[in-house]
């Protein structure tokens, strides 16, 4: 089967920087994803990790290790609008079609 | 990054009516679209996976006649719900697959089935 476990809930305050961890076992492992999504509006892309090892987008970074079957997704510099949740994904090959799996998401929730 | 629409955004039917929802990616072509599904507080289901000019592939568990999808050229998805019941209000998302490897969501529709 396939899974994927990251945190149910985080809190941190402004200014601060937290990691948001994401554990997986799957099948046709490909790479790992990371959305945000506010409530009510749609997930945006946020970074994909292909390779082991950090990727970094401005305040996010996301790290990705294979064998450990193991990601992150780190957040600096935290802002009140980073207050969404936050979905790692795993990108699976089905035949031709690369297919997205989602956890179960983390609610970030940011404190003055 | 590339944009994606859906229309509607929201619609309210009565229970036994169908229901279409378009997914049009705006500035590139999408031979792969997908479909999810996510109930409050859930995470996004993925519901099919919509080819161009091909049938979809439905995941286990996900209804083909129920949840017709159509790919009808390199922009544009339609997934129907027919005979929609209330158990199908749901908040109804699409994507569409880019470089690399990564997925382009619309803004999603909220059905709900009175």
């Known amino acids: 089967g396939q899974s994927l476990e990251q945190p149910s809930e985080v809190t941190a305050v402004e200014g601060a920087i937290v990691q948001i961890n994401c554990t997986y076992q799957?099948?046709?492992?490909?790479?790992l994803s990371w959305y945000q999504q506010h409530d009510g509006g749609a997930p945006t892309f946020l970074s994909y990790n292909g390779l082991d090892g950090l990727e970094e987008t401005g305040r996010f970074s996301s790290f990705l290790s294979r064998s450990d079957s193991y990601g992150y997704l780190l957040l600096q510099e935290l802002q009140m609008k980073d207050s969404a949740s936050y979905f790692c994904a795993v990108s699976r090959i089905s035949g031709n079609t690369g297919k997205l799996i989602f956890g179960q998401g983390t609610t970030l929730q940011v404190k003055p | 990054g590339a944009v994606v629409s859906q229309h509607p955004s929201r619609v309210i039917c009565k229970s036994g009516t169908s229901v279409k929802i378009e997914c049009r990616s705006l500035d590139f072509q999408a031979t792969t679209m997908f479909w999810y599904r996510q109930f409050p507080k859930q995470s996004l289901m993925l519901m099919a996976t919509s080819n161009e000019g091909s049938k979809a592939t439905y995941e286990q568990g996900v209804e083909k006649d129920k949840f017709l999808i159509n790919h009808a050229s390199l922009t544009l998805s339609t997934l129907t719900v027919t005979s929609a019941h209330p158990e199908d209000s749901s908040f109804y998302i699409c994507?569409?697959?880019?470089?690399?490897?990564?997925?382009?969501f619309g803004p999603g529709t909220r059905l709900t089935v009175l």
């Open positions: 994507s569409a697959r880019g470089v690399p490897d990564t997925q382009y």
């Open positions: 799957t099948s046709g492992f490909y790479g």
